[in-house]
């Protein structure tokens, strides 16, 4: 299967063309599930992954983009968002329309009756020129400068990782 044959990743495409991106998904040799596995393929450092972390809201859920050699820390979230919580792969898929490990920061599908998550993006990101996000498949990526995809996600800047690194 190619990435134009896969509908999220068809959805994730139309996305970026839509907003004007210039770099399209691109599909990897090998499943990318985890941000080592998508920085080993793509030959760059792991904090160029943009992980995507989604967390359970009262009500919907939160997509937390950060570098790949950052966790997120719920603590560090605005409190304006309420308690989040772990967010089972029914919940993510409900909100995001992506399945766990290739769920992209924009091209969301939510079921009827569910929101599409809030966005936001770790600051951490801008130590690259240069991110890799999952673009709807955990064999697809694209690329995108830090302000790109902040704007590409209608995403917030916020510092919600851990200080150390993993």
């Known amino acids: 299967m190619t990435e134009t044959q896969h509908p999220a990743v068809a959805r994730v495409a139309a996305a970026l063309r839509h907003a004007g991106h210039a770099h399209g998904p691109q599909w990897l ?6 941000a080592q596995q998508a920085a080993d393929s793509l030959g760059v450092a792991l904090g160029a992954i ?12 939160v997509l937390c983009v950060t570098a790949g050699d950052r ?9 304006q968002l309420g308690a989040v919580g772990r967010a089972d792969a029914a919940h993510v898929r409900r909100h995001t329309g992506f399945a766990i490990g290739g769920v992209a920061p924009l091209g ?6 569910a929101s599409a998550p809030t966005v936001l ?9 240069e ?11 694209f690329a995108a400068r ?6 590409l ?12 690194h993993v």
């Open 131 to 141: 991110v890799w996000a999952a673009a709807g498949h955990p064999r697809s990526v």
């Open 153 to 164: 996600a209608g995403a917030q800047a916020h510092d919600f990782t851990e200080s150390a």
């Open 50 to 61: 943009a992980k995507s972390v989604v967390l359970a809201l009262p009500g919907g859920a």
């Open 29 to 34: 040799q090998d499943s990318a599930h985890t």
């Open 121 to 129: 993006i770790d600051p951490s990101l801008w130590r690259f020129a």
């Open 146 to 151: 830090p302000d790109e995809l902040l704007r």
């Open 108 to 113: 969301f599908e939510p079921e009827a009756g």
């Open 71 to 79: 966790r997120v820390d719920a603590s560090r979230l605005p409190q």
